[in-house]
């Protein structure tokens, strides 16, 4: 896609392997082709404009060691926060996860149309992303678990 135009999730699909997973894959893209780490908006926008495929930018040594890194930060905050953090930062993705879902339903209504604002839910307000919380409804006094398991 030199010619300007960004891929689609269709043409994610052989990394993310069902729609799901390549229209999450899609939105972590453009997340990252506007965030603070130079080498990860290099990989996300060569793959969007479609210089670079998703392949060839997951396995590239730099762009993963690029990944990792983040996600131990993201990883090492959600550490050192207070329960009272915790339980905000958990009320606040719950939010995030709702403009997520009424943003998925448009696209499916109007798949032609869910360009325009895209990015709008991209990001929950909270420092580093998600990283693992669990959303509000997580019981008081217990911090948010994460795919490894409860902290």
């Known amino acids: 896609m030199p010619d300007g135009r960004e891929v689609d999730q269709g043409e994610l699909l052989g990394v993310a392997k069902d729609e799901e997973r390549a229209r999450s894959l899609l939105r972590a893209l453009r997340t990252l082709s506007t965030g603070p780490d130079p080498k990860l908006r290099e990989m996300a926008n060569g793959v969007l404009r479609g210089s670079l495929s998703a392949e060839q930018a997951f396995t590239d040594p730099e762009y993963t060691a690029a990944l990792f890194s983040g996600a131990d930060k993201v990883r090492r905050a959600g550490e050192l926060r207070s329960d009272a953090e915790a339980r905000e930062a ?62």
């Open 90 to 151: 958990g009320a606040r993705f719950g939010e995030w996860q709702r403009a997520r879902d009424a943003e998925r339903e448009r696209e499916e209504k109007d798949p032609d149309g869910a360009s325009q604002d895209r990015r709008s839910a991209e990001r929950p307000g909270v420092p580093g992303g998600p990283g693992g919380l669990r959303g509000p409804d997580q019981p008081h006094g217990l911090r948010p678990g994460n795919r490894f398991g409860p902290r």
